[in-house]
């Protein structure tokens, strides 16, 4: 009977013990707990241990905690991966929530923005800015990584390089992202925003895919004004059905780029310079895309306009971006008229 009673209150002290134990694990573990680094950002390097991890942390007053953190995930939490990286811990904050955030969490991230428009060679100098790495790569460096067609097969298995398949756009990139890793997002961002249904639609174009995004690419440099881009994109078809050169200048100034010689001026050389880009020269379209354009570029190049247009000359007077269309080369011949004034009155000025 004694016995009995012993071993009862032997199990009553262990289980008072383990309620107590877990009591205490519990609310360390679900304790916020305030510090001064809410701020700044932790770095966590790659490779390191959870015990170093939280050591760290302890270091800088984040984890008050480290033997109940300890504890809790050797005990309950044994699958925790907490990944490397830079981390910015809110305050207050309490450990199971440092854990969390370890797994979870956001890391430092960049920002980067792709204007609608922007050709490789601009995209490819922002990338070398903005996403250093060891070894450094340089600005021609990240260029001659946009050769790698291997993304871009489907559109065109001919191509040689990936213009126009940089989808312009807003993102976030992890520090330290290499921009082979930032090339490939973008492409693939523009594979997300293509939708399947322009396939069969662009049947109906006669044109191929690829055809599509060099007249996406036309009209993205003609206009910023969305609504009147199926219009740009009319005259674009006008023109190839009538074997009229488009006479697109855009495609000077890409060519300059292409030669290493752009310095924001369109020269006699630029206009005159036999090339495949020079549709002033050329009946048809280039070869290749000349920047990145936006899906309504995408859409106007897919869904044109229906008009008689061949012509159209920047709207001087509404001074917007917008444009006159002409169908007529009397009535191109006015507008050109107004707008080499107005050109002559801003050089002037």
């Given amino acids: 009977m004694k016995i009995g009673r012993l071993v009862l209150i032997i199990f009553i002290v262990l289980l008072i013990g383990l309620l107590g134990f877990a009591f205490w694990l519990h609310q360390a573990m679900h304790e916020p707990v305030a510090h001064d680094h809410g701020s700044t950002y932790i770095r966590i390097e790659q490779g390191a241990t959870s015990n170093g991890i939280l050591q760290v942390l302890a270091e800088q007053d984040i984890l008050q905690e480290q033997l109940a953190t300890k504890i809790y995930l050797r005990v309950f939490d044994t699958d925790a991966k907490m990944e490397a990286g830079d981390f910015k811990f809110p305050s207050p904050i309490s450990p199971i929530e440092v854990i969390r955030l370890l797994e979870h969490g956001t890391k430092r991230t960049k920002t980067l923005t792709i204007p609608e428009g922007w050709t490789r060679f601009e995209i490819a100098k922002r990338l070398a800015k903005q996403f250093p790495v060891t070894p450094p790569i340089t600005e021609k460096e990240v260029l001659a990584l946009m050769n790698d067609t291997r993304l871009i097969q489907e559109f065109d298995p001919n191509a040689e390089n990936i213009e126009g398949y940089l989808y312009p756009s807003t993102y976030e990139f992890e520090l330290g992202t290499h921009p082979k890793d930032v090339i490939a997002k973008l492409v693939q961002q523009f594979k997300s925003v293509w939708d399947p249904d322009w396939n069969e639609l662009i049947l109906e174009t006669g044109k191929t895919k690829h055809e599509i995004v060099i007249l996406a690419s036309l ?42 010689r752009w310095d924001g001026i369109i020269h006699k050389s630029d206009v005159e310079v036999v090339h495949p880009y020079n549709t002033r020269k050329i009946r048809g379209l280039p070869p290749g895309p000349i920047s990145s354009p936006s899906t309504s570029a995408i859409e106007a190049a897919i869904h044109p306009a229906q008009t008689d247009y061949i012509y159209y000359v920047l709207n001087v007077a509404a001074n917007d971006g917008s444009h006159h269309f002409y169908s007529t080369a009397q009535g191109f011949a006015k507008g050109k008229a107004q707008y080499q004034k107005w050109l002559a009155g801003q050089r002037r000025n």
């Fill in 219 to 260: 009209i993205e440099n003609e206009t910023k004004i969305a609504s009147e881009r199926d219009l740009v994109a009319s005259v674009i078809y006008n023109r190839l059905d009538q074997g009229i050169p488009l006479g697109i200048d855009a495609t000077n100034v890409y060519i300059a780029k292409l030669l290493g």
